[in-house]
């Protein structure tokens, strides 16, 4: 089964930065596709980035590309989101997510496990 705690979010100035993090585990020696996603309450949750495990390519949002990176540390069981030239339209809750196998469509409908989410407050 596998798990997923996100944490690093908070409350930054417009401009600032922020790097979210997602410990995971109980997916050890498979391939994945490990996502981060945002939602507002009330909206529809929107994909902001993703990176296969296996070979370490990424994709993200337009919104965000240029701005926020993606990447995975060496022993794999942790999932950064590096977030910079914050903007006060980047306030959500950021979701991490895993799906085994490759990475698709930025679908949330594609992720089969989920954490609990971080706040990310950008103040202008």
């Known amino acids: 089964q596998v798990q997923l705690v996100e944490s690093g979010g908070g409350s930054v100035q417009a401009g600032g930065s922020l790097r979210l993090s997602c410990a995971a585990s109980?997916?050890?020696?498979?391939?994945?596709?490990l996502g981060w996603f945002r939602q507002t309450p009330g909206k529809e949750r929107e994909g902001v980035a993703q990176?296969?495990?296996?070979?370490?390519?990424?994709d993200y949002a337009d919104s965000v590309k240029g701005r926020f990176t993606i990447s995975q540390s060496n022993a794999k069981n942790t999932l950064y989101l590096q977030m910079n030239s914050l903007k006060p339209e980047d306030t959500d809750m950021y979701y991490c997510?895993?799906?085994?196998?490759?990475?698709?469509?930025?679908?949330?409908?594609?992720?089969?496990?989920w954490g609990q989410g971080t706040q990310v407050t950008v103040s202008s």
């Open positions: 997510a895993a799906e085994p196998g490759y990475c698709f469509s930025l679908s949330p409908t594609r992720f089969l496990y």
């Open positions: 990176i296969y495990t296996s070979t370490k390519s990424t």
């Open positions: 109980g997916y050890t020696g498979s391939t994945y596709c």
